[in-house]
């Protein structure tokens, strides 16, 4: 989990930048960012991509056959709780997350 800092008006590619500056041993063009199932581009601007405060980006890395590795959401069921069987979810998430599974 990152915690970042962002102006809206910076580019997405800052945000990688952000990254690279903590313990990761990737470089930026290594890496790449999603709002839900949308690459965001290198290029575009925060605000434009509709990134809330607080919002969630999942972070993907180029692996050595040059594809990108699957996005892979994983909570421990030991770490769930009550409340979290509760969460109502946004339906494209939920689809998105049951593609996912094996």
């Given at each position: 989990t990152?915690?970042?800092?962002?102006?809206p008006e910076d580019p997405v590619a800052h945000l990688k930048q952000e990254i690279c500056k903590t313990e990761t041993d990737k470089a930026a063009d290594e890496m790449r960012l999603l709002l839900g199932e949308q690459?965001?581009?290198d290029s575009a601007i925060i605000k434009?991509?509709?990134i809330e405060n607080a919002g969630l980006l999942y972070l993907v890395y180029?692996?050595?056959?040059?594809t990108w590795e699957e996005v892979n959401v994983f909570k421990?069921?030991?770490?769930q709780t009550e409340e979290d069987r509760?969460?109502?979810l946004?339906?494209?998430l939920v689809s998105y997350l049951d593609s996912l599974k094996p």
């Open positions: 990152y915690f970042i800092h962002a102006n690459v965001l581009e434009d991509c509709r180029k692996q050595d056959d040059d421990p069921v030991y770490a509760q969460i109502d946004p339906d494209q």
